[in-house]
């Protein structure tokens, strides 16, 4: 009995060394692109070409993250991504708000105020999430040529305002529609108003589907490439098409160093929002945001 205790015991622990060695396995494998990013930007361009890209640095130094910020060259212009992460934030924080705010209205109305003719409404909706990219640009650079917003971060937030809605709509109608009809009715009988019950009693209650949305919209929104590259120009570029032109223009010796560190710099803001709110996106999802 006692040997059949240590037979399953020896057997269950080799099971487990199995599972957690091939999970740091997989682990390690996925996360050697970002260790290659990391360890290269805090080498100098000598010592890249003379040793590997994988190694640790053997002097640590920071000055291709401070070329990368304020003296790399984007085309014509010396001036490093700064300008341009700028233009990312404020493009990203309106568009956000935008989309979140109009899709948290839409999942309200489609949930608590159905109208004849809803469910197709939705149905519509839903199919602007399966569009492509590329289906949208022509149509968007007509209207936004007759809007006068060519070119410039208006214009891009407008774009990604309009092509989130189908999403935060469908984040907020699958929340809201967990919740009782009954809290409506009761707070309409008290004479509360459409608008009311939306900042009162709705709002207060989406606070994890709000999250879900707000980091699902940063994300798409500041890791777009096409959308900036079509619709802006010069200036008024966001980070991502900055550091594609930083990584394209090469003088004299390729600079691994500094594109490495230019591409961490673009990626440090939906690092920082999934390492703060990672956990709240996944109980977000998991309260409502997959339901209905």
């Not at 360890?39 to 070409?49: A, G, H, N, W």
């Not at 709002?203 to 709000?210: M, Q």
């Not at 890791?223 to 003088?251: E, H, K, R, W």
């Not at 010796?253 to 390492?275: F, G, H």
Request: net charge positive.
């Amino acid at each position: 009995m006692a040997t059949d205790l240590r037979s399953a015991r020896r057997a269950q622990n080799w099971g487990r060394l199995f599972i957690y060695g091939s999970l740091a396995a997989m682990a390690a494998f996925y996360l050697m692109p970002l260790w290659v990013m990391i360890v290269t930007s805090l080498k100098s361009l000598d010592e890249i070409y003379s040793g590997s890209f994988i190694g640790l640095p053997k002097a640590v130094t920071f000055d291709a993250w401070a070329k990368a910020w304020g003296t790399a060259c984007i085309g014509t212009k010396c001036e490093g991504l700064k300008p341009y992460f700028v233009n990312s934030l404020v493009m990203v924080i309106p568009a956000v708000i935008l989309s979140s705010g109009i899709g948290a209205i839409n999942g309200y109305v489609l949930t608590k105020w159905r109208f004849k003719g809803s469910n197709i409404v939705f149905g519509m909706l839903l199919f602007g999430c399966f569009l492509p990219f590329q289906a949208v640009i022509l149509p968007m650079a007509q209207v936004l040529g007759r809007l006068g917003l060519s070119g410039t971060i208006p214009g891009l937030v407008l774009v990604h305002t309009v092509y989130g809605i189908a999403f935060t709509t469908l984040f907020f109608r699958n929340y809201f529609i967990t919740i009782p009809d009954e809290l409506t009715k009761a707070a309409q009988i008290d004479g509360a108003g459409f608008f009311r019950i939306f900042f009162s009693i709705m709002l207060p209650a989406a606070l994890p589907i709000i999250v879900v949305s707000c980091i699902w919209q940063f994300t798409q929104i500041w890791n777009d490439f096409l959308f900036g590259v079509s619709f802006t120009a010069g200036d008024s570029t966001p980070v991502t098409v900055a550091l594609n032109n930083i990584v394209n223009v090469t003088m004299g010796r390729k600079q691994y160093n500094v594109d490495m560190a230019s591409a961490m710099i673009a990626a440090i803001p939906t690092l920082v929002v999934y390492v703060v709110a990672g956990r709240y996106f996944v109980r977000g999802l998991t309260a409502g945001a997959v339901k209905g």
